[in-house]
C-alpha cells in the first residue's frame, strides 16, 4: 500500500471517529468563551448604589422603640406607619425618571402560590366564574371572585407619593403590564369583580376599571 494511500485511510478513520464521538463541535458559546461584561464600579454608579440599598422601610421608618420586634410593628393595623423620607438630588435629572419599587422576602416560588388562579377566566370574561385551582380565594359570600387565586390576592397594599417643594409629583402609573399579556395572554374586557369582600383582607383593593392584567403576573409568567 503505498503512503498516500495509508494517509487518506487514516484521514478516513479520524473523521469517522470525530463523526461517532459525543464531543460537542467547538464554538465559543459551547466552550463558554463568549464576552462578558465586567462592570466596573465608579463614583457615580456607588452613589446611586446607595440610595438604592439605603432607603429602606424597615431601616429609616420603624421607631427605635420597635427595633427589637419589626415584623410586630409593620403587622399592628392600629400603628402609623407612615414615613417620610428626603432625596436630595445634587444635579438635574433628565425625564423620564423611573420609580423601582421593590419588595425584600416575599417569595413567589411556592408551587401552589404560583398554581393559584385561573387562566381562563382572565383571558375570557364570559368565564368570570371559572375559579377551579383557586382555593382558598375562590368565592365571596357565594359569589365568584375575580381575579380569584392567592396571586392576585395578596397583592401588597403599599402606598407611596413623590412631593417637590411641598407640591405632589404625578406618578404615571401606565403602560406598566407587558404588551404580550394584554394582547393575549390576559383579556382586555376582564375586570376585578367581588374582590376582597371576604372575611379575610389579603392585600390591596383593585381599581374595578383598571383590567386584571397588571395583578396577577408572578415573576415566573
Known sequence: MSSSSAAA?????????????????????????????????????????????????????????????????????????????????HKHMKSPIHVYYQLDNFYQNHRRYVKSRNDEQLRDSEKWDSTSGCKPEDMANGKPIVPCGLIAWSLFNDTYIFSRNNKNLTVNKKGISWKSDRDHKFGKDVFPKNFQNGSIIGGARLNDSIPVSIYVKSCFD
Open 9 to 89: 485511510f487514516g484521514s478516513a478513520d479520524s473523521t469517522a471517529a470525530r463523526r461517532n464521538t459525543k464531543r460537542p463541535k467547538y464554538s465559543k458559546f459551547t466552550q463558554q468563551e463568549l464576552p462578558a461584561c465586567k462592570p466596573i464600579l465608579t463614583p457615580r454608579a456607588l452613589e446611586l448604589l446607595r440610595y438604592l440599598l439605603h432607603e429602606r422601610y424597615d431601616a429609616e421608618c420603624i421607631p427605635q422603640s420597635n427595633s427589637s420586634d419589626k415584623v410586630a410593628y409593620i403587622q399592628n393595623p392600629s400603628a402609623d406607619k407612615t414615613c417620610n423620607i428626603t432625596l436630595n438630588v
